[in-house]
């Protein structure tokens, strides 16, 4: 953000950075405060979180969302811990495994 802020950029932009920082989009100045800010505010993962519905807490072993009729879940979510992106083929792998699970558990 510090080199999008620069004297010589900013200068050509300056209409529009204070139209942004003014809606909350851009920091209002090159400080570590206000950067902080912004990244706080507006920033946010593309990648699905894994953990948020935890097997036995929020689905059952078949993969059945507790509390609701003909609700599975079948992908990252359902992992405890967070699958390494960096490995081949992960999280797909992991992810069509338990989409094949899942259709072989509603065929049942």
């Given at each position: 953000m510090?080199?999008?802020r620069e004297q010589w950029l900013t200068a050509m932009l300056q209409s529009d950075l204070r139209g942004a920082a003014d809606a909350g989009l851009a920091p209002l100045s090159d400080?570590?405060?206000d950067i902080d800010d912004v990244i706080g505010t507006q920033s946010f993962s593309f990648?699905?979180?894994s953990g948020t519905c935890v097997m036995g807490k929020v689905v059952d072993h078949e993969l059945r969302v507790h509390g609701l009729e003909n609700v599975r879940v079948a992908d990252t979510s359902i992992m405890p811990t967070l699958v390494n992106p960096l490995s081949p083929g992960e999280p797909?792998?992991?992810v069509?495994?338990?989409g094949r699970r899942c259709r072989r558990l509603r065929v049942r």
């Amino acid at each position: 953000m510090r080199i999008a802020r620069e004297q010589w950029l900013t200068a050509m932009l300056q209409s529009d950075l204070r139209g942004a920082a003014d809606a909350g989009l851009a920091p209002l100045s090159d400080s570590d405060q206000d950067i902080d800010d912004v990244i706080g505010t507006q920033s946010f993962s593309f990648y699905h979180p894994s953990g948020t519905c935890v097997m036995g807490k929020v689905v059952d072993h078949e993969l059945r969302v507790h509390g609701l009729e003909n609700v599975r879940v079948a992908d990252t979510s359902i992992m405890p811990t967070l699958v390494n992106p960096l490995s081949p083929g992960e999280p797909c792998r992991s992810v069509k495994r338990s989409g094949r699970r899942c259709r072989r558990l509603r065929v049942r």
